[in-house]
């Protein structure tokens, strides 16, 4: 409202045509309503919130599918050393430098990891043991001193302490002792390899079959 006083000396009023104080505040009002109502960043948010998770499973089934590879792995290597085992046979003897066939049958793992030669994903670089175990066709007792006869069980065991998922926060380093084996029958006397040649590989044998 403008006031203006005329030349008589008489006061007049006269009411501004242009938009009240009100109107002016009114498209502010909207526009911040506007801007609570707008969703563009809740998506980012939420992707942030489920992002670790969905890493963690991912890099989990990755972890287990690796494992499962391992012990595939394991289980061959162990069903190659007891066919070698149950005919006396050591391919390691004829060996530039000749080893043990628990040594050859360790050398046959394609994982430089499962070999440890290499940390990988492990905790530390460790590499899986190899046992050859000879036990008794009539009881299963375990055979702890001479050679095995024919017709008793032959029994390798390839293991391999696997830790899980290194680098994430769980507690006592969670790991599993994954284990290929393979149990036949003796066709012929072991003079080529010995259960005692366990300790070469770090390999133990159960107490029965």
Known sequence: MTITRSPAGTIQARVASGPSAGDRDRPLIRRALGRTNDERGTALAELALV????????????????????????????????????????PGAGLSTPVRLQQYILGQVDSAELHGDVVGTQRTAHSATVAICLYHAADGSLITTGPGAVGDTVEVLVRYSYNWLRGFPFPGNPATTITGKSAMRLEAVNTNYSPTDNNLTGGTCPGSA
């Open 51 to 90: 992002m670790p998770i969905l890493l963690l499973i991912l890099l989990g089934m990755i972890d287990f599918g690796k494992a499962i590879n391992y012990w595939i792995d394991e289980t061959h290597l162990a069903n190659e050393g007891a066919r070698l085992a149950v005919v006396n046979n050591n």
